[in-house]
């Protein structure tokens, strides 16, 4: 075996212990889901002017899920150089987030740049959300709305598209 190919399954294996998430005893599948997105958001880059260095990562919350629930909890996690800030908010204050979990009841949802997409409702990829987080077969699994995420002009790591259950281009 190459050491390329030892070198890729190494990082593989640590992009997964970092996203993999299992139902352990005591887990519920919305704290699993939270971690998910939690350690997905290191792999996003915003564009320059979306997110300053030591600027708190606004992550919005549209509608009130279990997710959102356990979403609240990580209030003021440290994401790299970065704070995490959970809140609550309407649709006319979603200009000021970075990250927006959303349902169907919020769409159609407006244009705007340097914006994190996010849901747990099934199929929306093709209604313009970047991010959906589902569960299959005991595990929280993501897909990666690939052409939104650049139309918004944020970069998803290469690391994290190789995770992903289903990457939609187009």
Request: include cysteine; proline fraction near 5%; aromatic fraction near 4%.
């Given at each position: 075996m190459s050491?390329?190919?030892?070198?890729?399954?190494?990082?593989?294996?640590?992009?997964?212990?970092?996203?993999?998430?299992?139902?352990?005893?005591g887990d519920?599948?919305?704290?699993?889901k939270?971690?998910?997105?939690?350690?997905?958001?290191?792999?996003?880059?915003?564009?320059?002017?979306?997110l300053?260095?030591?600027?708190?990562?606004?992550?919005?919350?549209?509608?009130?899920?279990?997710?959102?629930?356990?979403?609240?909890?990580?209030?003021?996690?440290?994401?790299?150089?970065?704070?995490?800030?959970v809140?609550?908010?309407?649709?006319?204050?979603?200009?000021?987030?970075?990250?927006?979990?959303?349902?169907?009841?919020?769409?159609?949802?407006?244009?705007?740049?340097?914006?994190?997409?996010?849901?747990?409702?099934?199929?929306m990829?093709e209604?313009?959300?970047?991010?959906?987080?589902?569960?299959?077969?005991?595990?929280?699994?993501?897909?990666?709305?690939?052409?939104?995420?650049?139309?918004?002009?944020?970069?998803?790591?290469?690391?994290?598209?190789?995770?992903?259950?289903?990457?939609?281009?187009?």
């Open positions: 050491t390329r190919r030892v070198r890729r399954g190494v990082v593989a294996l640590a992009c997964v212990a970092a996203l993999g998430a299992v139902w352990a005893q519920s599948e919305a704290r699993l939270a971690q998910v997105l939690v350690k997905a958001l290191r792999f996003v880059e915003w564009p320059p002017g979306g300053s260095d030591g600027q708190p990562l606004q992550l919005c919350l549209a509608e009130d899920s279990a997710l959102a629930q356990e979403l609240r909890g990580l209030d003021g996690q440290a994401l790299g150089r970065h704070a995490l800030q809140r609550a908010v309407r649709p006319r204050q979603f200009a000021a987030c970075h990250v927006v979990l959303v349902g169907e009841a919020q769409l159609p949802l407006p244009a705007q740049p340097a914006t994190l997409w996010v849901t747990e409702s099934p199929g990829l209604r313009g959300l970047m991010l959906s987080l589902q569960v299959e077969e005991g595990r929280v699994v993501f897909d990666v709305g690939l052409d939104a995420t650049r139309r918004a002009g944020l970069d998803i790591s290469a690391k994290l598209l190789r995770l992903a259950r289903f990457v939609k281009k187009g």
